[in-house]
């Protein structure tokens, strides 16, 4: 069965530093997603994207993260200047068109220190 | 005002029974689905069961039923015969608009304990 890949599963990173978190959504998928998890907290969205652009974002996608599809099967997420709130669990999540179902990655787990 | 409300932020539950995890949702959108997922302490989420606005019937998935009340709000999911496997969080969430882009809002989660 087809499933949403995320690499690293976990990443630890010094406070300042950049990171890129990496997915790679279901193959026929057009809807693509980042979420995050504060530990012990609910799922939070960050970001949703269609047809190369985003198409929304929360206010916690500010100007330090962005998102790219760099090929036809990659959909990656990039913090500049890694602060310690953005530790969390970070999920990526494609849906097809059409369909109302989304399907989440095992998620990054992302340790900044 | 929050859009998905869970009340339980822990049940404890004996093995074999059935259990109902409490979901109310808060939206002026006519079209809007309901979601639930199952996150182990592995950490993943696993889509669970899903209640779109215009369905007439409760959505059933297996072990799963959603309880779906339309006029009160509330999305419930229905466990039958537990299972220690069944032990983890779990999330209400819901996506306005059906067919597009639009996120989905979770809820802060139930965490489930099954007894053996």
């Known amino acids: 069965e087809p499933e949403v890949t995320q690499t690293p599963s976990h990443q630890v990173t010094q406070m300042g530093q950049e990171v890129i978190l990496r997915c790679v959504p279901i193959?026929?998928?057009?809807?693509f997603y980042w979420y995050r998890q504060i530990l012990g907290q609910k799922v939070e969205f960050l970001v949703s994207?269609?047809?190369?652009?985003?198409?929304?974002k929360s206010e916690i996608f500010d100007d330090q993260f962005s998102v790219e599809r760099p090929d036809g099967s990659n959909f990656t997420l990039k913090i500049r200047s890694t602060k310690l709130e953005d530790s969390a669990m970070y999920f990526c999540a494609s849906r097809r068109q059409g369909y109302t179902e989304a399907f989440f990655g095992q998620g990054t787990r992302l340790t900044v220190v | 005002a929050q859009k998905i409300t869970q009340t339980q932020p822990g049940m404890f539950v004996q093995e074999k029974e059935a259990v109902t995890l409490d979901c109310t949702y808060d939206?002026?959108?006519?079209?809007?689905?309901l979601f639930w997922y199952k996150q182990p302490s592995s950490g993943e989420m696993i889509f669970l069961i899903y209640?779109?606005?215009?369905?007439?019937q409760n959505a059933t998935e297996g072990r799963y039923s959603l309880n779906f009340q339309k006029a009160r709000k509330s999305a419930n999911l229905v466990i039958s015969a537990s299972q220690l496997g069944d032990s983890a969080m779990y999330f209400c969430?819901?996506?306005?608009?059906?067919?597009?882009?639009?996120?989905?809002?979770f809820g802060q989660g139930t965490r489930l304990t099954i007894n053996p």
């Open positions: 209640q779109g606005s215009y369905d007439q």
């Open positions: 939206t002026s959108d006519p079209s809007y689905g």
């Open positions: 994207f269609y047809n190369n652009e985003i198409s929304e």
């Open positions: 969430a819901m996506r306005e608009g059906l067919w597009g882009a639009q996120k989905l809002v």
């Open positions: 193959s026929n998928h057009l809807y």
